[in-house]
């Protein structure tokens, strides 16, 4: 065996020397990293190391499980995930179906590199044009004045408008964009499904309802189990350039608490703990959408 | 997708459809590029004019550059640009390299460790420590606060590299056997066989590299400390974001006077001269690249 793989790396000593920079980082920076993850059972001291430091059992999951966090943090996770689900995932089916009816080449090709567009404007931007657009002497209380409305509301300091805020603003964003693989799925319907409804008198409408609807249902249901999957991971890029301490409320998930928590205020095993707990529960759903997504449609992350 | 159309009368219906149809559509794009036009319109404005109209014209008034001087002449834009081709080049091309060089190994035939070093590769998809002990890792290994922080770290990229392996694993056997033949080393079958063969996998992988370092603004935030070192976005969050009046007003390196009594909407000139410098370049880029984009969705979607 020994023997055999001896030889076996003579030769081909130059293809494992091509992998061996990459194993290396993966070693460094995937693997060696996961370690950290005994943090979250001690109490960290910078001085003493990671291995050093005492341990302290499950005193941090306690903390944190009976800390009024939890509940905010399960709550807004869950309702921007929800809220995204119930527009962000709807509304690029429906652009995908309208363009598929557009017969002008030209007009379908301007819409598509239009609504593309966004998407490649830089998290940033974005978040510094919300800002400016949603601000009290902002564009949009200036477009409530001329639609008669009162117009002095400051957006982003409400928390009641902040989950919208930023479940639109990513619409806006990925609406045209997410609609590319509904529109691939639509590129493969056979034709001839369309002029067999034709015959039979199916308006266009009715083309939509029987023929292109059930052609997509296969990619539809695949993108909302993986989104039922990560209905606890919660990007929280732009939350993190958006919120303020007066919107905390409606606008802290996981991710933004433990960089307020870790990175700024150095409880590393505290906040340790809080992402481990994330982990594990999204691994379990991620697990259990894959299975489902198995079982009804035969296709799977693995 | 076209549909031939055979019919010669339209019904009623059909008509009314396309015509709601094109309407919502084009309501569409103007909801797309709205925010963008107010954003150009406004930074070639006078301040008086976006002052009284709140930001909200319809058309250029008072047409003046003064705020794109200012831009132009801030010496942290610039190092920020130049940071960010830094990382960039050597981050995507570090990155490109090893999945090139990885990929290769990992569609090699009759390698004893091949199994092996997948599943090595695979495993690190699903698990990982987090941001914590990441944070506290490349505290330790003294990489805080240096320019490489950007780049070793994410010198490898295990999506990439099943992505590309699947497509050297698509070019035919013969090509590879024939220059092992010829006593071509797996170095050379790999940059002159198998490479040139790849230009579309290859373009998809550097373009969503290069886009990923563009748009970063996370990582520099927490393990970078010195404003010379900052990407571009880091700049631009500065001024945006955290609305740092001195980093905008060019630090003190222009000569453009803005009248105190207009002086936050000049504020929000200069800040909307800094998005449309910091966009427009992608965003000319962007049409151009659109269909390798696009390729990249569709095989990042073979996944799920």
């Known amino acids: ?302 | 997708m076209k549909r031939k159309s055979t019919k010669i009368r339209l019904t009623t219906g059909e008509v009314v459809f396309s015509c709601v149809n094109y309407l919502v559509l084009t309501i569409l794009m103007l909801i797309c590029l709205y925010p963008l036009y107010q954003v150009v319109v406004d930074s070639i404005s006078g301040p008086g004019a976006v002052m009284r109209s709140n930001g909200m014209l319809i058309w250029p008034k008072d047409v003046h550059l003064d705020a794109y001087k200012i831009v132009f002449s801030n010496p942290n834009l610039r190092t920020g640009f130049a940071n960010t081709l830094f990382y960039m080049f050597f981050g995507t091309g570090l990155q490109f390299l090893n999945v090139c060089l990885s990929a290769y190994t990992l569609s090699k035939k009759n390698l004893m460790l091949k199994k092996g070093l997948m599943i090595y590769f695979t495993v690190t998809m699903y698990v990982g420590g987090g941001l914590i002990p990441f944070f506290l890792l490349i505290n330790n290994l003294g990489l805080m606060n240096s320019r490489w922080v950007l780049v070793i770290p994410y010198g490898y990229n295990v999506w990439n590299t099943i992505v590309m392996r699947t497509n050297f694993n698509g070019i035919p056997d013969g090509l590879r056997e024939a220059a092992t033949i010829d006593g071509a080393s797996d170095f050379t079958i790999l940059f002159r066989v198998l490479m040139p063969l790849s230009g579309a996998v290859s373009a998809v992988i550097l373009l969503w590299g290069a886009v990923g370092y563009w748009n970063m603004w996370f990582e520099p935030m927490i393990y970078l400390t010195e404003r010379s070192k900052y990407p571009i976005q880091s700049i631009l969050r500065e001024i945006l974001i955290d609305a740092n009046e001195q980093l905008m007003a060019g630090a003190g390196q222009t000569t453009v006077k803005f009248d105190p009594s207009t002086r936050s909407a000049a504020n929000t000139l200069v800040k909307y001269a800094n998005i449309v410098v910091c966009t427009v370049p992608i965003l000319v880029v962007y049409p151009f690249a659109q269909k390798y984009f696009i390729k990249g969705v569709m095989i990042g979607s073979l996944k799920g």
Not at chain 1, 201 to 212: D, N
Not at chain 1, 280 to 289: E, Q
Request: hydrophobic residues 50%; glycine residues 8%.
């Open chain 1, 1 to 302: 065996m020994w023997h055999k793989l001896k030889l076996d790396m003579r030769r081909n000593y130059q293809a494992y020397l091509m992998i061996l920079p990459s194993v290396l980082l993966i070693a460094v920076f995937a693997y060696f990293p996961t370690y950290g993850i005994i943090l979250a059972f001690k109490k960290f001291k910078p001085a003493l190391g990671v291995f050093g430091s005492p341990w302290v059992g499950l005193k941090h999951f306690r903390d944190f499980l009976s800390s009024p966090y939890l509940w905010r943090l399960v709550r807004n996770t869950l309702g921007i995930s929800l809220y995204t689900l119930a527009v962000g995932y709807p509304l690029p089916i429906v652009l995908a179906l309208l363009l598929n009816e557009v017969n002008c080449l030209p007009f379908k090709k301007t819409v598509q590199t239009i609504t593309y567009m966004p998407y490649f404007i830089s998290t940033v931007v974005i978040c510094g044009m919300v800002k400016s657009f949603l601000g009290y002497d902002g564009v949009l209380n200036e477009i409530i004045k001329a639609l008669g409305g009162a117009g002095n509301v400051s957006w982003l300091s409400e928390p009641k408008y902040f989950q919208t805020i930023i479940v639109w603003t990513g619409v806006w964003q990925g609406l045209g964009w997410n609609s590319i693989i509904y529109m691939a799925a639509l590129a493969g319907i056979d034709q001839q499904l369309y002029e067999a409804a034709k015959i039979d008198g199916a308006g266009r409408l009715r083309q939509i309802w029987y023929v292109t609807l059930p052609g997509i249902a296969p990619t539809i249901i695949i993108i909302i189990i993986m989104a039922i999957g990560s209905l606890l991971s919660v990007s929280s890029d732009k939350i993190l350039l958006l919120y303020s301490p007066l919107t905390y409320e409606t606008g802290d998930v996981v991710g933004t608490y433990v960089y307020r928590k870790g990175i700024k205020g150095a409880e590393y095993s505290y906040s340790e703990a809080v992402s481990l707990i994330d982990t594990v529960v999204n691994f379990l759903l991620l697990t259990g959408a894959n299975w489902l997504s198995r079982k009804l449609t035969d296709t799977s992350l693995w």
